[in-house]
């Protein structure tokens, strides 16, 4: 997971670096413009659309470590670009780079790690963890050293890791796909600590053959496959829809434009943290709940998780509105409501909406299909993501901040009622299991 706390640490840096870039003291010279700033931020999800979809078709040709290995290279090509130059061309391109290892970040790593681990530990093994590390890690340095300090600190992580995964094994389900039966037994007797001859293996083996052996005769255009089969449509729109939840919930831009958020929230109140310093709060929130997320994700549950973390982001988000609406209007409320509610919705985003959208859509799954589903969801979620940085700030500026967070609100309070009725308990299932609940959901609801 050292590739997304790279990625990680990427989108963190552009919350200290917007304060910075934008200011007289920027290291070009020539502050830059809100058009620039949201194009920089924008661009990254613009890149990751077609993206998730090359790193699906990587994963699947070269294999599930060579690609991810592609994602530290695009990290390393980021922060050289950066060091290169402070133009304003390079400061986008080095955002596209950072696009690519998004792709890998959201597509590659969930499947490699699913893919390793044992089904009774695979959803306290998210990634998500690594990816909110990194964004702390970012607006702590980001804070405390200077611009081209922290761009050759970013560079060095990508690059021990190029060097240090050279070692570390390909994934048994594609070695049993590429026909390898043999390898994928040692590495699978490697990942578990067990002797090659123990009979677990041979039973989890097994278990995989005949996962292959279902897909053999799934249709070489995957996508349609899907859509023809009752039952796959209906867990790929789950899998679109709590994808979706997630990237429409608010922590995106809130993550991408911390510092300005904060920098708004405390005009005239007093606080005594600067708009920085509160962002890592913010990030250290986020790794609380991605911690969290890690520890009870197999004892609660994904369901409750989903819900209870849906519901409670949604509330906070309809809160944070309505204290930047009553400051237009010059009503009274508390100066710290803004930093309870944002802290209280990206500890949701982090202990549930994110980690629970990918853990339940690589659970949803045969090995066939993964990759091309995490791609055509992480697409749309990117897109998404990309009209949310492309029009957040102009947005802002033209309505006010309180629009944004009441529909952010509004989409998280709906989630939770979707996920009551309709999303099924993943937790140590088979796909037998899930995809009889799933077909019980949709006899209820008629």
């Not at 699906?56 to 290995?69: H, N, P, S, V, Y």
Request: a positive charge.
């Amino acid at each position: 997971n050292v590739p997304v706390f790279a990625y990680g640490a990427s989108i963190g840096w552009m919350s200290p670096m917007t304060l910075l870039l934008q200011s007289d003291k920027s290291p070009r010279g020539t502050p830059l413009t809100d058009l620039e700033v949201s194009t920089m931020a924008a661009v990254a999800y613009l890149v990751c659309i077609p993206g998730d979809f090359m790193m699906a078709l990587l994963g699947d040709w070269i294999g599930r470590k060579k690609t991810l290995m592609l994602i530290s290279a695009s990290c390393v090509a980021t922060w050289v670009t950066l060091l290169f130059s402070t133009e304003v061309w390079a400061l986008v391109l080095a955002r596209a780079f950072v696009g690519i290892a998004m792709a890998g970040a959201y597509v590659t790593c969930p499947i490699y790690t699913k893919e390793i681990s044992d089904d009774s530990i695979r959803g306290a093994l998210g990634f998500v963890v690594s990816h909110t590390t990194g964004n702390l890690f970012l607006y702590i340095i980001g804070d405390i050293l200077k611009y081209r300090t922290i761009l050759w600190i970013c560079l060095f992580i990508p690059t021990c890791h190029l060097v240090l995964f050279m070692m570390m094994p390909e994934t048994p389900s594609y070695l049993v796909k590429k026909g390898r039966t043999e390898e994928a037994v040692r590495v699978m007797a490697w990942l578990r600590c067990k002797k090659v001859t123990d009979s677990s293996l041979t039973t989890e083996l097994q278990s995989l053959q005949n996962e292959q052996k279902n897909d053999e005769g799934a249709n070489k255009f995957l996508l349609k496959a899907i859509f023809k089969d009752r039952t796959l449509s209906r867990a790929f729109r789950l899998a679109m829809v709590v994808t979706l939840a997630r990237e429409v919930c608010g922590a995106v831009p809130v993550m991408n434009f911390a510092g300005e958020i904060f920098a708004i929230a405390s005009k005239e109140n007093g606080l005594i943290f600067s708009p920085n310093q509160q962002a890592m709060m913010l990030g250290a929130v986020q790794v609380a709940g991605s911690a969290l997320a890690s520890i009870i994700v197999e004892r609660a549950g994904r369901k409750f998780i989903l819900f209870t973390t849906s519901l409670i982001s949604g509330i906070s988000m309809c809160v944070l509105a309505s204290w930047f609406l009553a400051k237009v209007y010059e009503l009274y409320l508390p100066n710290w409501l803004p930093i309870i509610t944002l802290c209280l919705c990206i500890f949701c985003d982090a202990s549930g909406l994110a980690p629970m959208s990918i853990v339940i859509t690589g659970e949803i799954f045969s090995f066939k299909y993964r990759g091309t589903v995490m791609a055509a969801t992480m697409a749309t979620a990117s897109l998404a993501d990309f009209i949310q940085l492309l029009i957040f700030k102009p947005l802002v500026n033209s309505i006010g901040i309180h629009a944004a967070f009441y529909f952010f609100g509004f989409f998280c309070i709906f989630m939770s009622i979707y996920v009551i009725f309709y999303v099924p308990e993943t937790k140590a299932r088979c796909l037998e299991e899930i995809y009889d609940d799933l077909n019980k959901n949709k006899r209820k609801t008629k």
